[in-house]
T-cell receptor, first 110, second 112 residues
């Protein structure tokens, strides 16, 4: 069963807008990771945030983590058509096995 | 430096046939994983390995076997393929337990 669950399942925005995706999970974690998957390709790691961190940035990406609410969010600022992809969160708990959610499908219209 | 390479990329099997999927990595990573990805289901863990010579079951291991005889290779076997095993299979590796994963490009398997 999936540990993390992304919300929304699908998101459609215009180029230049911000995109926000959320991930909720059920049990305690060691860290939480976000990945991108372009159509027909493998997953690519974006950001890892540890359980004692609250926010991390990488370029146009901003990830927050609220362990009290067991939730994380991924914000992509100034979206581009090339950001069109599926985005997955993966939680890593005591077993150290990455457990993935079902993903959010993002479409950015030019 | 190829990273994580999966072989083959596509395959069509008849029900009852067997096959082996190969995952090869050149990053000297200890941890290797096999996931399957189905529409609406995300990625589900089939089997994993925490080092050469070790394997363990994941969330959906039935119908699959694995071997990790060499550190760089992780093989996934289907002894008697079933239509329910139609999926896209991904191999992933990690250098240590708490780091990010590196994925192969996937193997698209269809069982008819």
């Amino acid at each position: 069963s999936q540990q993390g669950e992304e919300d929304p399942q699908a998101l459609s925005i215009q180029e230049g807008e911000n995109a926000t995706m959320n991930c909720s999970y059920k049990t305690s974690i060691n860290n939480l990771q976000w990945y991108r998957q372009n159509s027909g390709r493998g997953l690519v790691h974006l950001i890892l945030i540890r359980s004692n961190e609250r926010e991390k940035h990488s370029g146009r990406l901003r990830v927050t983590l609220d362990t009290s609410k067991k939730s994380s969010s991924l914000l992509i600022t100034a979206s581009r058509a090339a950001d069109t992809a599926s985005y997955f969160c993966a939680t890593v708990g005591g077993s150290y096995i990455p457990t993935f959610g079902r993903g959010t499908s993002l479409i950015v219209h030019p | 430096n190829a990273g994580v390479t999966q072989t083959p990329k596509f395959r069509v099997l008849k029900t009852g046939q067997s096959m082996t999927l190969l995952c090869a990595q050149d990053m000297n990573h200890e941890y290797m994983y096999w996931y399957r990805q189905d529409p609406g289901m995300g990625l589900r863990l089939i089997h994993y390995s925490v080092g050469e010579g070790t394997t363990a079951k994941g969330e959906v291991p039935d119908g699959y076997n694995v071997s990790r005889l060499k550190k760089q290779n992780f093989l996934l076997g289907l002894e008697s393929a079933a239509p329910s095993q139609t999926s896209v299979y991904f191999c992933a590796t990690r250098p240590t337990a708490a780091t990010e994963a590196f994925f192969g490009q996937g193997t698209r398997l269809t069982v008819v």
